[in-house]
């Protein structure tokens, strides 16, 4: 079985290892953002992590493709929390998708950043048992368009606010706190920081099923090599 899953492993991360280096080192998955500051503070006990504490996060906003500013794309928002011990993180990564039963499991363009819903598209077991999404709503003002310049101009005029919340498979909603985002970080994308959901997750809880977690980590190992370079010994994962 291990020898099974190590070539599973291997076919899913050949593709993802081409398309990076075909386009030069580029991230496969969501190759334009920008990256910013702020806070998350988780107001249910089925998180693992400290309630009503906020924690500073890095952020990374995203185009999944990068169409032509107007146009819609897969939105993402991938938060980096830090964990303990120090220097091990959580890496959430939101996309933009529905919230019914399927379309919260499959990536969908939105038409700009106040439209976006956002979601883990996988859920996460907490504690081994409790299986739900990780949904994220912007809450004020948000940018119509898909354009990365106005969310700049954006964020220069006030927070970046979510509110997250959690759905069960039987889509029960609640509420489960609040990301604010402060400050832009500039810098260009290939020095904003990468993001692996499977390496990276709290004690406690993981992605579910974990066939699939185990698929999804051969796409990001295929994209992380293809980037090579300095890039690929500087990060412990890709963006997504």
Request: overall charge neutral; glycine content about 12%.
């Amino acid at each position: 079985m291990e020898l099974l899953g190590g070539a599973r492993s291997a076919l899913v991360r050949a593709p993802f290892h081409a398309a990076a280096a075909v386009r030069g080192g580029v991230r496969v998955f969501h190759p334009h953002g920008l990256t910013a500051a702020g806070h998350i503070e988780f107001d249910s006990a089925w998180w693992t992590l400290p309630i009503h504490t906020p924690i500073s996060v890095v952020a990374r906003l995203s185009g999944g493709v990068g169409t032509p500013s107007g146009l819609p794309d897969v939105l993402g928002l991938a938060l980096k929390v830090p964990l303990d011990p120090p220097g091990t993180e959580w890496d959430l990564l939101l996309a933009s998708a529905g919230t019914s039963a399927w379309t919260r499991m499959v990536p969908f363009p939105s038409i700009g950043w106040r439209s976006a819903r956002y979601s883990s598209l996988m859920p996460y077991s907490s504690r081994g048992t409790d299986t739900r999404w990780v949904l994220a709503t912007p809450i004020g003002p948000h940018p119509a368009t898909t354009s990365l310049h106005a969310l700049v101009q954006a964020m220069g005029e006030a927070p970046l606010r979510f509110r997250l919340e959690l759905i069960s498979g039987s889509g029960s909603f609640t509420p489960a706190g609040h990301v604010m985002l402060t400050q832009i970080r500039d810098a260009p994308d290939d020095e904003q920081p990468s993001f692996d959901p499977v390496l990276h997750q709290p004690p406690e809880m993981a992605l579910r099923p974990a066939w699939l977690a185990g698929v999804r980590a051969g796409a990001y190992s295929g994209s992380r090599q293809g980037r090579g370079g300095a890039e690929g010994a500087r990060t412990q994962g890709t963006v997504g």
